[in-house]
């Protein structure tokens, strides 16, 4: 992925997450050219309001729920010591516990980065259940405000094609001046 106007980093292959929906081949990559502040379209006291506790730390965080949910929106489901792995290398994530259910998160993202230049956006979630709340717009605009308050000005994610209009008012950019995802993946190697 190379972003317009700064350095591009590879992420580690030891952070990449084996996930069918970030390295399909029809996924466009896409990247947000981020201002020094982003907004917010709910605040966090509206959404408490709501019953929605926000989570900044994975502390408490349920992984067996959580890979409920991504089988519940047909990512594969994923060992849980190495979600745990990828979670202990994750340099920003959000998430939101709904308060009846205690441990559980109904909306989950997080990014991985070089702490400085780059960030990428995974495992953007919400329950089926609690889709259309507005739950994944907020996740996406915390976890925003989290990288872009860092400094950090390329923030880059893998949609799928149904998604983009999600993304798009966030601010992201599909093939920004036409530059391209590649992706390699030893998963699709295998399937040859
Ligand atoms: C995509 C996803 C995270 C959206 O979460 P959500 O909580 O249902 O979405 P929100 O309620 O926050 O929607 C925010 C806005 O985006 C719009 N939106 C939501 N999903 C959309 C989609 N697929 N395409 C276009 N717009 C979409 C909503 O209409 C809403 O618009 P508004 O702000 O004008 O009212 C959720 O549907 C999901 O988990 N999908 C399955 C997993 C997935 O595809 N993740 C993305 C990986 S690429």
Same mark, same amino acid.
């Given at each position: 992925?190379?972003?317009?106007?700064?350095?591009?980093?590879?992420?580690?292959?030891?952070?990449?997450?084996?996930?069918?929906?970030?390295?399909?081949?029809?996924?466009?990559?896409?990247?947000?050219?981020?201002?020094?502040?982003?907004?917010?379209?709910?605040?966090?006291?509206?959404?408490?309001?709501?019953?929605?506790? @926000?989570?900044? #730390?994975?502390?408490?965080?349920?992984?067996?729920?959580?890979?409920?949910?991504?089988? +519940? =929106?047909? *990512?594969? &489901?994923?060992?849980?010591?190495?979600?745990?792995?990828? @979670?202990?290398? #994750?340099?920003?994530?959000?998430?939101?516990?709904?308060?009846?259910?205690?441990?559980? +998160? =109904?909306? *989950?993202? &997080?990014?991985?980065?070089?702490?400085?230049?780059?960030?990428?956006?995974?495992?953007?979630?919400?329950?089926?259940?609690?889709?259309?709340?507005?739950?994944?717009? +907020? =996740?996406?605009?915390?976890?925003?405000?989290?990288?872009?308050?860092?400094?950090?000005?390329?923030?880059?994610?893998?949609?799928?094609?149904?998604?983009?209009?999600?993304?798009?008012?966030?601010?992201?950019?599909?093939?920004?001046?036409?530059?391209?995802?590649?992706?390699?993946?030893?998963?699709?190697?295998?399937?040859?």
């Amino acid at each position: 992925m190379l972003l317009r106007g700064n350095i591009y980093a590879p992420v580690p292959s030891s952070l990449r997450l084996n996930f069918k929906s970030q390295t399909h081949p029809r996924n466009l990559t896409i990247s947000c050219q981020a201002s020094l502040d982003y907004p917010l379209s709910i605040s966090d006291e509206t959404l408490e309001k709501r019953g929605f506790i @926000l989570r900044r #730390t994975a502390e408490g965080l349920n992984l067996e729920a959580l890979n409920k949910i991504f089988v +519940a =929106v047909g *990512f594969p &489901r994923r060992d849980p010591e190495k979600i745990r792995v990828a @979670l202990e290398h #994750t340099d920003s994530l959000v998430w939101i516990q709904e308060r009846k259910s205690q441990n559980n +998160a =109904v909306a *989950f993202a &997080r990014a991985t980065g070089d702490g400085v230049f780059n960030a990428i956006i995974w495992d953007v979630v919400v329950d089926p259940s609690f889709q259309g709340l507005g739950l994944g717009k +907020a =996740v996406v605009e915390r976890l925003m405000r989290d990288l872009v308050g860092r400094g950090i000005t390329n923030i880059s994610l893998y949609s799928e094609p149904r998604v983009l209009g999600f993304y798009r008012p966030l601010g992201f950019v599909a093939d920004p001046d036409g530059i391209r995802g590649m992706v390699y993946s030893t998963k699709n190697k295998r399937k040859k």
